[in-house]
């Protein structure tokens, strides 16, 4: 069947989910030597989501989807594609995304999982965003997925305060008034084995690494590169759309260290009251984070149709990549 060309795209819904299980900072005072006080001062976060043993990416994925079926009443049975962002998927093959459209049963769609850390919902946007534009496809399913605490070691003090799992999916359609307006992606590879999850090499650039396939961070290098390099890409990003920090109405950066967020913030003129934040409750939960943050502020009302909405995401690659959109639902 021949496909219509279509000028712009739109996302049409947004859907999250969090497991039930909390792990407070209580709880990894008693497994590691930390405090609640220590770890909210270095991070924010005071609790985070555990899925279930039974539990993986995939599973968490679909609940995002019903979820925005049930909000806003969209039907997915038609989608014609799915991209996945996770680093930490059931299993390398099949992907994730495949997974999601078994458990949905949706039928004749194409599904993809890409891997960008950190940056993978932001970098799925700019995925479905081009291939709408292409006119080839008409609706495509964005979804962020983790289960970090999985490949988490919780006797590593320095990392296991850090991670939550979650999912939250946003559904993208072609037509509308585009809500996507700019965008912008780099990447500082020599700098991945800052923050890794093993594979089949042991190395990254040189350097040893550790096999275990846990996530392993040298929290003092990302944090370095991100107060430089990240600051200066999403100045870039306004300075080229030709937007000032005045005129965003949110910031959604990856929610990796409240303190992070909050130097951003500075760095770049944007008021630490615009940027929306999940960390508190829900921990770093990479390429879950930014849409957790932002449907907190769907939900309750601070985000409004026609509201400028800058989401940015960094973290392991060393990748970053944002997207300036004009929020319409």
Known sequence: MEKQLQSNSAITAIGTYIPEKVLSNADLERIVETSDEWIVQRT?????RIAANDQFTSDLCIRAVRNMQERYGVEVEDVDYIIVATSTPDNVIPSVAAQVQAGLGIRHCGAIDIQAACAGFTSAIQLANGLLLSGVYRKILVIGGETLSKVTNYEDRTTCILFGDGAGAF????????????????????????VYRSGLSPVINAADIDTTSRIVQNGREVYKWALSHVSEGIAGLLKDSSYTPSQINWFVPHNANQRIIDALCER?????????????HYGNTSAASIPLALDAAVRDG????????????????????GVLLRWSI
């Open 44 to 48: 924010g976060i005071r609790e985070r």
């Open 302 to 321: 601070r985000v409004l149709p026609g509201h400028l909405l800058l989401l940015y995401g960094f973290g392991g690659g060393l990748t970053q990549s």
């Open 171 to 194: 559904l993208m359609e072609a037509g509308g008034d585009g809500d996507i307006l700019a965008i912008s992606a780099q990447t500082d590879g020599a700098g991945g084995h800052h």
């Open 268 to 280: 770049t003129g944007i008021s630490e009251q615009q940027a929306l934040s999940s960390i508190e």
